[in-house]
C-alpha cells in the first residue's frame, strides 16, 4: 500500500474544505489571493500550502 502524505485537492474538495461556494475559491484563483497548483488546465491545491496560507490570513489576539 502506497502512502499518500501529500495529495492534491481539486477545486470542489479545496471549497469544501475551506466552506467557500467553488465560484469563490475561482475567483481567488483568477486574482492570485491564494496559493495554488498549475497543471495543465488543471488546478490543484496543497494542503500543506493552504494551511501555512491560513495560519498567515489568522487575526491574532491583542495583548495589552
Known amino acids: ?3 499518500v502524505e501529500n495529495k ?3 477545486i470542489t474538495e479545496m471549497a469544501e474544505y475551506l466552506g467557500i461556494r467553488v465560484s469563490t475559491l475561482y475567483s ?3 486574482q ?3 496559493p495554488y497548483i498549475k497543471l495543465g488546465r488543471l488546478v490543484r491545491f ?3 500550502e493552504i494551511d501555512k496560507w ?4 489568522t487575526i491574532k489576539e491583542r495583548e495589552w
Open 1 to 3: 500500500m502506497i502512502m
Open 8 to 10: 492534491l485537492l481539486s
Open 28 to 30: 481567488w484563483v483568477s
Open 32 to 34: 492570485k489571493r491564494i
Open 46 to 48: 496543497d494542503l500543506r
Open 54 to 57: 491560513l495560519e498567515n490570513k
